[in-house]
């Protein structure tokens, strides 16, 4: 039984080996993008805000960011939890193997926890704080010299 479990783990190991091996050479092919001079007057809706943003836009840009970090997290921990699901299906009875998708399983959803409590508890820093994360005011270096008295 055990024989046969580790040729299947083996041919499981060469398909996904074969799978990342094809998108990466894919990947490889990509032309480049090379940065240019863009007239904004061609660029249509959504984009256009893109197109008009600035320096003072920074701190949306950061917020936009943490949002979006937050978000990958949670579609990586469902993910997670999602493949420990299927392990479990896949165990066949196998003690050791429904110990390890539960592990898995278990891990997803304390990971899942640990994320909401971490969003939870940066917006009650943020809001007794009283910032905006879309508003943050960031120095600026002054442009006239400040006179210095002795």
């Not at 091996?21 to 092919?29: D, E, I, P």
């Not at 196998?94 to 917006?123: P, Y």
């Amino acid at each position: 039984m055990t024989n046969t479990k580790n040729i299947y783990i083996l041919n499981l190991v060469k398909k996904s080996f074969a799978l990342i091996s094809a998108v990466l050479t894919y990947l490889s092919f990509a032309p480049s993008a090379f940065a240019q001079i863009i007239n904004c007057a061609n660029i249509q809706e959504p984009f256009k805000k893109l197109c008009k943003s600035t320096t003072t836009d920074i701190p949306g840009i950061i917020g936009a960011a943490i949002t979006f970090i937050f978000v990958i997290a949670v579609v990586i921990a469902l993910f997670f939890l999602a493949w420990g699901a299927v392990r479990w299906i896949l165990s066949g009875g196998d003690k050791a193997a429904v110990e390890a998708a539960r592990g898995q399983i278990v891990a997803s959803v304390v990971g899942l926890v640990i994320l909401f409590f971490a969003f939870l508890v940066f917006n009650i820093v943020l809001f007794f704080f009283d910032v905006d994360i879309g508003n943050l005011n960031i120095p600026k270096i002054p442009t006239t010299p400040i006179p210095i008295t002795p």
